[in-house]
């Protein structure tokens, strides 16, 4: 059963930088592309960044590119998200997923193609 919690998250102002975790088990995390995804109240789910199995392709919403970055350690079962320049409109609950992929070079930017949702991590961004 796929397992994933995240943390990390928190109060900051803005400017300031935060750096999510997630930490998988009850699968092999290296087949999995791995997803960071936010939701605000009213909100539909986005996905924020998302990386392939191997680590070679990475995918970043057009609202955090140049400010967040993506990467995993698979060893481990560990996903991370950088974030930094945080503005008051990254607010949100961050919520990691992963995608078992057959492709593992391969990015899936649809929200159905992810599982294992966490509880999330709340990041709220001060301006």
């Known amino acids: 059963q796929v397992q994933l919690a995240e943390s990390g998250g928190g109060l900051v102002q803005a400017g300031d930088s935060l750096r999510l975790s997630c930490a998988a088990s009850?699968?092999?995390?290296?087949?999995?592309?791995m997803g960071w995804f936010r939701q605000v109240p009213g909100k539909e789910r986005e996905l924020v960044s998302g990386?392939?199995?191997?680590?070679?392709?990475?995918h970043y919403a057009d609202s955090v590119k140049g400010r967040f970055t993506i990467s995993r350690d698979s060893a481990k079962g560990m996903g991370y998200l950088q974030m930094n320049s945080l503005k008051p409109e990254d607010t949100a609950v961050y919520y990691c997923?992963?995608?078992?992929?057959?492709?593992?070079?391969?990015?899936?930017?649809?929200?159905?193609?992810?599982?294992?949702w966490g509880q999330g991590t709340q990041v709220t961004v001060s301006s």
């Open positions: 997923a992963v995608s078992l992929q057959s492709d593992r070079w391969l990015v899936p930017t649809n929200l159905g193609s992810y599982e294992g």
């Open positions: 990386i392939s199995a191997i680590g070679n392709a990475v």
């Open positions: 009850g699968l092999t995390f290296s087949k999995y592309a």
